[in-house]
């Protein structure tokens, strides 16, 4: 298991990095899941309104099998800051949990809060809205998005506790 560090900690670390190798997220994120702190490599989703992306990678292993053991990831939506349809609910959460995902940072919106909140994963989103995703069958996966403004690459790292996220091109 990868050591967890304040985000705090790290942002001191980072203070002078001009690289973008370290990024801030915005602090527009609200926490939806059991779990406040966590971190891994990132895979990213992108789609708008239509969760069948989200979905598919969510029923798949959330973890990176290196020669150090199972690395659990995080899943990185970039849903266009959308707050007209949840990209994510109850039975997405369960998946997640049962998939061994680290987390779940979603640029729009969730429901089924109540059910979310008992998920022992991350969980990490705009606002709630009950309305449901339409199936179109349309989004993108493992391609860098842009998440309020921020860069996210597969395979960064983003580190999310109390305090909020960052992400790094390496593991720090």
């Given at each position: 298991?990868?050591?967890?560090?304040?985000?705090?900690?790290?942002?001191?670390?980072h203070?002078?990095?001009?690289?973008?190798?370290f990024?801030?997220?915005?602090?527009?994120?609200?926490?939806?899941?059991?779990?406040?702190?966590f971190c891994g490599?990132?895979?990213t989703v992108?789609?708008?309104?239509?969760?069948?992306?989200?979905k598919?990678a969510?029923?798949?292993?959330g973890?990176?099998?290196t020669?150090?053991?199972?690395v659990?990831?995080?899943?990185v939506?970039?849903?266009g800051?959308?707050?007209?349809?949840a990209l994510?609910g109850?039975?997405?959460?369960?998946?997640?949990?049962?998939?061994g995902?680290?987390?779940v940072v979603?640029?729009?919106?969730?429901?089924?809060?109540?059910?979310l909140?008992?998920?022992?994963?991350?969980?990490?989103?705009l606002?709630?809205?009950?309305?449901?995703?339409?199936r179109?069958?349309?989004?993108?996966?493992?391609?860098?998005?842009?998440?309020?403004?921020?860069?996210?690459?597969?395979?960064?790292?983003l580190y999310?506790?109390?305090?909020?996220?960052?992400v790094?091109?390496q593991?720090?």
């Amino acid at each position: 298991m990868h050591p967890f560090l304040p985000t705090t900690d790290l942002c001191d670390q980072h203070l002078d990095d001009t690289s973008g190798h370290f990024r801030v997220m915005p602090p527009v994120f609200k926490d939806f899941g059991l779990v406040r702190r966590f971190c891994g490599p990132v895979v990213t989703v992108q789609c708008l309104e239509d969760n069948t992306s989200v979905k598919a990678a969510l029923e798949s292993p959330g973890w990176l099998e290196t020669v150090d053991g199972r690395v659990p990831q995080v899943l990185v939506v970039a849903g266009g800051a959308s707050l007209r349809r949840a990209l994510m609910g109850g039975k997405l959460g369960a998946h997640a949990v049962r998939n061994g995902w680290a987390g779940v940072v979603i640029d729009g919106c969730v429901r089924d809060v109540a059910e979310l909140a008992q998920c022992a994963v991350g969980i990490r989103a705009l606002a709630l809205v009950p309305m449901p995703t339409q199936r179109r069958v349309v989004g993108q996966t493992q391609i860098a998005v842009q998440i309020q403004g921020v860069w996210v690459h597969p395979g960064d790292w983003l580190y999310a506790d109390e305090d909020g996220m960052v992400v790094s091109a390496q593991p720090l």
